[in-house]
């Protein structure tokens, strides 16, 4: 097996707490358009939806869009809030996920140590205007090589397209030296274990494998990364 070379970073809930960047933008959002109180109950309800509307696209049973403007339909229907207002929800949404920056495990730190060892970049089905002003403000756009967004290439994780784009990008490597890393099952170790490259799953929370995936690295620490690396 040859050594490291190159690694893939999921961005929202790998590297980045995506769930408190959830509630800090769902709260502005409610203050912006006037929705009165956004209270605990009320945020997990929509991030139980959101979660259940991405995983069906990793599923390739609705597309982005529907993603993007189905979450919030069905959740303002549940609170009789008109559903005309989604656009621009939607909108400001983007813009206020990246208004909170918050490190899982001392991501920067670890990325930052890595950087003179091996190619960086990261790998996300977020929008463009989320992640861009996320990479921006955390600093984690000045550390990657690169970064592939799924809008900007036209297909989503874990699609052989998102993968075979990256491949085409990053150079010639054997596809031993190239690991991914990431939280979700669905999306970063599905399309890792289709792409037959090496695949690091971050499980904090000690989930089962429910789809039995031949996962080659299964971590509760982004520290952990390090270790990998360095023994090959």
């Given amino acids: 097996m040859h050594q490291i070379k190159v690694i893939l970073w999921d961005i929202d809930q790998t590297l980045l707490n995506f769930f408190a960047a959830e509630a800090c933008a769902i709260r502005a959002c409610f ?13 997990a309800e929509y991030s139980a939806i959101n979660t259940r509307y991405w995983k069906r ?6 597309t982005k869009q529907e993603v993007l403007e189905g979450r919030f339909v069905e959740f303002f229907s549940n609170h009789n809030i008109p559903t005309g207002l989604v656009p621009a929800f939607n909108a400001e949404y983007q813009v206020r996920l990246g208004d909170t920056i ?15 060892k091996v190619k960086q970049y990261g790998v996300t089905n977020g929008t463009v205007t989320a992640q861009r002003r996320k990479l921006e403000k955390s600093g984690l756009g000045a550390l990657f090589d690169g970064v592939f967004i799924s809008d900007e290439i036209g297909f989503e994780k874990p699609s052989k397209g998102f993968f075979d784009a990256v491949f085409r990008t990053i150079g010639n490597y054997q596809k031993d030296e190239i690991l991914i890393v990431g939280d979700s099952l669905t999306s970063d170790m599905k399309g890792g ?5 090496r695949c690091c799953w971050y499980n904090p929370d000690r989930q089962e494998n429910a789809l039995s995936l031949p996962i080659d690295y299964e971590i509760t620490d982004l520290h952990e990364v390090l270790r990998i690396v360095n023994m090959g």
């Fill in 31 to 43: 203050q912006r358009f006037s929705l009165g109180e956004c209270s605990d109950a009320i945020l």
């Fill in 102 to 116: 918050c490190f899982h495990d001392d991501a920067y730190a670890i990325v930052k140590a890595l950087k003179p």
């Fill in 57 to 62: 696209m990793e599923r390739g049973e609705i």
């Fill in 193 to 197: 274990c289709q792409a037959q490259i």
